[in-house]
């Protein structure tokens, strides 16, 4: 029986894994195949959301025909890039992830994983974590019907684990988290660890924001846990 | 005869070229090369000061030691990996780069380049912009003691132009030209297109901050220039 009726909530990529950069420069790879002109930043910026919103947005933005296929085009290549670097280059926990999800457990304090990204490049960056699908909830963008900004991956998270989500602290890095923590209002906790200025997160609704995972776990009688 | 008692002083990378995102996964992979495990956002939020300052703030960050192999290695390993790179996949001018540039030059009013860099990176980016180093000062690393966020470089570049740097207006997209745009008493303008927040710039002094050079030339009268 878990102790608390809190659950946090976690983001993946550039919350607990210090993966967002090399998304990023795959996503840009893929547009770049598919002849959509955009600027580096604007992609980092939009990352995190669904990853058919996020192309959607993209081609919309830059007047392109929406089609089927192309969307499934972007979605292929963009794992192909992202799988193909995160071969050469693995993509590893940051700093913390792992003593923070350990402590959480010692603690009996529910948590689980909530990602936008579909099981296809998320796998390799849950068994770097050393986290167990079948033991530790982890809701991926394959799931549900709406990803982030949406709220349902969050609210999925929470009731995998029994716990009211307006209970819950949603951990993130990017503005999307945050919105959707406040649509399903939970508390949205916000990590610099995936690039995105302070400033950003705070004007996105994060209730206390924290370098990366190790310092969360430094601060954390300030959000939720006692001992 | 410049027309103008006023100079645009560009910094390079994130700021007319859209390169900063390859020069940290570059930075990134020299680090791990040398066995220096540091986020990635972290790395992103150093670089655009000078390379010899950043290794040696990570190098002191991680407790290794600082030695001169070291740094040289690091600089040869980060400069292999962004040439490889940008070899698979071209780096290029920022939207509204070009236009900017061909501006400024019409209304005859000086400006120059001025970048942490060291031509060995710098070079490709030049010529992708179309801009000629025998006609257009371009100040590069290799050239002053100190690179950013010291003033050096900015004050270099307004020398070479004949104007005062205190009448000169720095555009940048890093918190290190803002700073040593304050440094020098010129005025500094933040560009969000290599990726860091605008709270970040305005906190460091930005006078004022737009997307990228397209934003910049579509708002140019409200920082200098009258046609």
Chains 1, 2 share one sequence.
Not at 28 to 34: H, I, P, R, T, V
Not at 57 to 82: F, P, Q, W
Not at 195 to 222: C, M
């Amino acid at each position: 029986m878990p102790r608390s009726s809190t659950a946090f909530l976690f983001d993946l990529d550039g919350t607990l894994v210090d993966s967002v950069y090399q998304h990023v420069l795959a996503w840009k790879e893929a547009l770049d195949q598919e002849g959509v002109d955009l600027s580096v930043w604007r992609i980092h910026r939009k990352i995190g959301m669904s990853g058919g919103l996020f192309a959607n947005i993209l081609l919309r933005e830059t007047g392109l025909d929406i089609t089927t296929d192309r969307r499934e085009r972007l979605r292929v290549r963009h794992a192909e890039a992202y799988n193909r670097q995160a071969r050469e280059n693995p993509i590893r926990p940051l700093p913390g992830a792992r003593e923070q999800l350990a402590f959480l457990s010692e603690q009996r304090i529910p948590w689980a994983i909530a990602t936008s990204g579909r099981m296809e490049t998320a796998a390799p960056n849950i068994a770097a974590l050393g986290v167990d699908p079948n033991v530790v909830p982890v809701i991926t963008r394959d799931l549900v019907r709406h990803a982030k900004p949406d709220p349902d991956l969050f609210i999925a998270a929470a009731d995998r684990l029994g716990i009211d989500i307006v209970h819950s602290l949603v951990v993130g890095d990017s503005i999307w988290d945050m919105l959707a923590a406040q649509r399903a209002r939970a508390l949205g906790i916000g990590l610099l660890s995936g690039g995105y200025g302070q400033g950003e997160l705070e004007r996105s609704g994060a209730f206390r924001v924290y370098d990366d995972p190790a310092d969360l776990l430094r601060h954390i009688d300030e959000v939720a846990a006692r001992s």
